[in-house]
RNA sequence: GUGAUUGUAGCUCAGUUGGUUAGAGCGCCAGGUUGUGGCCCUGGAGGUCGGGGGUUCGAGUCCCCUCAUUCACCCCA
């Protein structure tokens, strides 16, 4: 074990992984422009209130999972984002962008922080995917965001992927439910298990989506929040549904699907993926009209929008085989050389080539014919090309095309001339 | 925060009831081919056996503590 290791919950992403991230960010942005959608970049810390504030003070994140510190004995309290919407939310309102124009959609892929154990699909360092549709309070709005993140799934070949759905009404709506779940588990008191009697107090709802069985037969015969929303209420979800319908997006009504974070109202939704183990949320979101205002906004700001965990979305997809095209590009040409009086002159030849636009290494190390040989073959260059006495007197290299073995000699201006040819590499490399 | 799991070479792992100098495969380096890669053959480098303490004539192996890993709970992406 070396002395120094990564923070635990941490974790480096080398350049075979990185073609991969690489990937799935470029096809992001596209579909973020496809929907006309922006990229919006935070601070990585904000102040602490605006999470307890935006996030609420009774949820596990806020409550236990925030790094957070203190810059100066007097100051004020800083956080380790552990989500994006209420910094990207505090920009909007900061900037006041709405004055500007109506409606604002940006996206971002961030790194978040989360002071949790580590498990298989969870770090304390990880990012997301996200997209905010700032302006708008509709269910078509909630269903362009449900739109945009199911056709990156799509577009990136992942499937089998269950998205679950719910509506949790308006404020007065769960006010009611509230206090009819609360007198509903009154009873049962005794029968609850610590987190459930807490929330009980605190947050009621949450007790839905408790996973102890013995919470789940009691939750069965709760009455749901679904029987508590206003006929408007209704209206809107039904609506969403009907455009998910619409677009052939499949979904399954879960009407115990609460979430965690307090900002959301009416629709709500998750995307679980089979192939993950027991963290197996890839994505979710929903309305969070209220948002702004407990940020202390004079007025609502509507919005809605979704957050697609990086690092599950490429567990996912390597779990079903979507990498395997993905082969990292090495260079065109290696120049090799065996005496090391030439060593100079390779790198000179290295140079001019790259002067001229063509991908090339060359040992810096000193190594022997062979090694150069070797690391070519292993960087998968298509190329290589001899550097020796012979050359430097006649002027006339050898190339040596790796993969037919042909060997031809050339002046450089040929060679160059030859390396240049774009498609070359598709040819020699397929 | 709770529970369990696993720590032996760069990687994946062997290592018998405690017994001399801790092994294999892959990878790496070199040679076979003194100017030519992949395949093959030969050789080499590389280990505080996670760390500390204890038991013992003797500990990779047994005991305690500690650190780290992984998985799960809680909750979430």
């Given amino acids: 074990m070396p002395h120094y290791q990564a923070v635990k919950g941490a974790r480096d992403i080398f350049p075979e992984e990185m073609a991969r991230w690489k990937y799935v960010e470029g096809v992001i942005h596209s579909i973020a422009a ?67 124009a109506p409606v604002h959609k940006l996206y971002y892929i961030s790194e978040l922080f989360r002071k949790e154990r580590p498990q298989a699909g969870r770090q304390r360092q990880f990012s997301q995917f996200g997209a905010e549709l700032l302006g708008v309070s509709s269910s078509a709005a909630v269903a362009e965001v449900i739109t945009l993140m199911m056709q990156l799934f799509e577009s990136l070949g992942v499937h089998s992927l269950c998205l679950r759905i719910n509506s949790l009404g308006d404020t007065e709506d769960r006010l009611r439910y509230r206090s009819a779940l ?4 009154a009873p049962y008191h005794d029968q609850l298990d610590d987190s459930s009697k807490e929330r009980l107090e605190k947050n009621p709802l949450r007790i839905l989506d408790s996973k102890n069985p013995a919470m789940q037969e009691l939750v069965a015969g709760a009455p749901r929040l679904y029987d508590y929303l206003s006929a408007s209420a209704v209206a809107e979800f039904e609506k969403v549904l009907f455009y998910l319908s619409e677009r052939s997006i499949s979904y399954q009504i879960d009407y115990r699907l609460v979430r965690g974070l307090d900002y959301y109202s009416h629709a709500a939704f998750e995307v679980t993926s089979p192939a993950l183990g027991a963290q197996d949320a890839i994505g979710g979101g929903g309305r969070y009209d209220g948002l702004a205002r ?4 004079a007025s609502d700001l509507p919005a809605a929008g979704f957050a697609v965990g990086m690092e599950r979305l490429l567990m996912t997809m390597e779990k079903q085989g979507l990498f395997t095209t993905l082969n990292p590009q090495g260079p065109l040409v290696c120049v090799v050389t065996q005496q ?6 390779a790198m000179q030849i290295a140079w001019r080539l790259r002067k001229a636009g063509i991908s090339t290494e060359t040992d ?3 190594r022997s014919m062979k090694a150069q040989m070797r690391e070519a073959n292993r960087m ?19 190339l040596k095309n790796l993969l037919t073995s042909e060997q031809t000699t050339l002046s450089l201006d040929a060679v160059i001339e030859i390396l240049r040819e774009p498609l070359l590499r598709e040819q020699v490399r397929s």
Avoid: C, W
């Fill in 34 to 100: 496809l929907y006309g959608f922006s990229e919006i970049r935070t601070p990585i810390f904000e102040y602490t209130e605006l999470f307890q504030r935006g996030i609420g003070s009774t949820t596990d994140i806020v409550g236990k999972e925030m790094f957070s510190f203190q810059p100066d004995p007097q100051g004020r309290s800083i956080t380790l984002r552990p989500e994006m919407t209420a910094g990207v939310m505090r920009a909007a309102l900061q900037k006041n962008i709405l004055s500007s």
């Fill in 182 to 185: 609360q007198s509903y588990f």
């Fill in 294 to 297: 407990e940020l202390g906004n």
């Fill in 340 to 345: 090391q009086e030439l060593e100079d002159h």
């Fill in 364 to 366: 810096l190390a000193s």
């Fill in 380 to 398: 998968r260059a298509a190329y290589a090309l001899f550097v020796g006495a012979e050359e430097l007197s006649t002027g006339l290299y050898s």
